[in-house]
């Protein structure tokens, strides 16, 4: 069985920096693509970033030239965010693609004064 398992969020000021992690376990090799996507309180889910396993990225254009992502192996991607604002607040989620997507269970990013 796949687990996608995030870390890294929490609360900071506008402003500041997180980096969130995500690993994958189980027996699966070699994503198609790894990323996050981000659900704020009465918004719909939204891609953030997305990595395929070429390299090739996607940002969401709210987030560009702050945040980055990387992925140092097959199971791990990664999402540096700075200048964090308050509209970036939100339930962070690590997602993957081979044949099929899965997710994690979300990681809280608060950010407030």
């Known amino acids: 069985q796949v687990q996608l398992v995030e870390s890294g969020g929490g609360l900071v000021q506008p402003g500041g920096s997180l980096r969130l992690s995500c690993t994958a376990s189980?027996?699966?090799?070699?994503?198609?693509?790894m990323g996050w996507y981000r659900r704020a309180p009465g918004k719909e889910r939204e891609l953030v970033a997305i990595?395929?396993?070429?390299?090739?990225t996607q940002y969401a254009d709210s987030v560009k030239g702050r945040f980055t992502i990387s992925r140092d192996n097959a199971r791990k991607v990664y999402l540096q965010m700075n200048n964090l604002k308050p509209e970036d607040m939100a339930v962070y989620y690590c997602?993957?693609?081979?044949?099929?997507?899965?997710w994690g269970q979300g990681t809280q990013v608060t950010v407030s004064s």
């Open positions: 189980g027996s699966i090799f070699g994503f198609n693509s």
């Open positions: 997602y993957a693609w081979k044949s099929r997507e899965y």
């Open positions: 990595q395929s396993a070429s390299g090739s």
